[in-house]
Each structure stands twice: as structure tokens, then as C-alpha cells.
């Protein structure tokens, strides 16, 4: 592809917009941006989108994540992290990579492989979208069947279900159906920037000990 999309600087929180993208381009795209970089994409249907995250972007992900994999050790569930890794299905013409994503009830489906192909593999359980933006598309993650969509932005956490192809907002996640997470995961990310995230995460795991009791 002419394009060399490594000499364009996208600042962080910033997205570029890349119409009439074939799948050949996407895929080539990809290819060139390489796995190790900060940016992220989403391919709609010959639309290309790119996005190079803030720092406080960054950091939410990381305590979201914190949170959720202790949420499914404490309670004893296997589950496999693949992080931002790059979903795609070439026969919807679709593409995203989450800020992280979980496989939890399809855990053994995946478990050990290095890549995964969408028209022949299950898609994540839950997907999680952080400061969402024009990138994070749930049409997208609606497409690729993914059942489960966290989306956190401006300090709220919004939990999506899919049902009959579109989602559908959610006080509770079917995953964590006892507990109260659209209310808890905000009140321990703050506490985590005020406290530190060693205290903070402590503090989360008596508190997860106790609803167990």
C-alpha cells in the first residue's frame, strides 16, 4: 500500500479517518502498524479508523483489568485475557480491537492459541471499551457477536448485553450477577487515585471476601 501509515503522528486522543479501505488495506495496514504500538484500530465496512489513546486512558484500563481478573479469581472462574488483540471477521468486513477483552465461558476454545479468526473462532465473552470514542463502535462488537460490552467513560461505567443483535443497557452483568458493579468499579477506580492501586486492590478483595460470606 502507498500509504505509510508509520509516518503519520495521530496525538494522543486524537483519531484519523481513513475512507474506501478494502480488506487487502485493512489487513496491510495492520501488517505495517505492527503489534507493538500505542495506537488502536476499528474497520467498519471500508472504514478505517485509528486512535492513540491518553494517558488517562491508559490508566483506567489497566485498574479496569486489575478489577475484573480479581473479580474472576476470587470467584474461582477460568478465564483467558487477550488484552488489545485485534478481532476481525472478512465476511461482515468487520474489525476492532478492544482496550481488553476476557473469554470466559469459551475459555478452553482459545486457551493456548496465537492467533484467532472470528468466521471460524467464538468471539470474547466480555469486551471492554475505556473513554469511548469514535473508534469504540458497538455496532462493530454487536457484529462480531460479542455478548458483553463494558464501556467506561467520564467516571461511569455502562454495562451492554447483546439481545437480538442490538445491546441493550444493563445494571448487572451476567458474569458478576450478584454484585452491584456498575456502582463499585468507578468507587474503586477513584479510591485507587487517591489511596494507591496496592491499597486500593486490597481493599477491593476484603470487600469482594465479604459479599462471598
Known sequence: MLLELKKIVVPPGQTILL????????EAILEELGEHRASRVAYNQG?????T??????????????????????????????????????????GIEPDNCFYIEHESAVRGKD??????????????????????NPNIYASLGVPELWQFTKGKLQINLLQNGMYVESDISPHFPDL????????????????GRNKTIKEFRQWLGNKKL
Do not use: C
Open 180 to 195: 452491584p458493579l456498575v456502582d463499585i468499579i468507578p468507587k474503586y477506580l477513584a479510591k485507587a487515585k487517591e489511596n
Open 47 to 51: 472504514t478505517l479508523t485509528i486512535m
Open 115 to 136: 492467533r484467532l479468526d472470528l468466521t471460524i473462532d467464538p468471539p470474547p465473552d466480555l469486551a471492554i471499551e475505556v473513554e469511548v470514542t469514535s473508534r469504540s
Open 53 to 94: 489513546p491518553l494517558p488517562e486512558h491508559e490508566i483506567n484500563k489497566v485498574l479496569i483489568t486489575n478489577l475484573v481478573e480479581i473479580l474472576l479469581e476470587e470467584l474461582d472462574i477460568e478465564f483467558w485475557s487477550l488484552g488489545s488483540t485485534t478481532f476481525k471477521n472478512k465476511i461482515m468486513l468487520q
Open 19 to 26: 475512507q474506501d479501505i478494502d480488506w487487502s488495506d485493512f
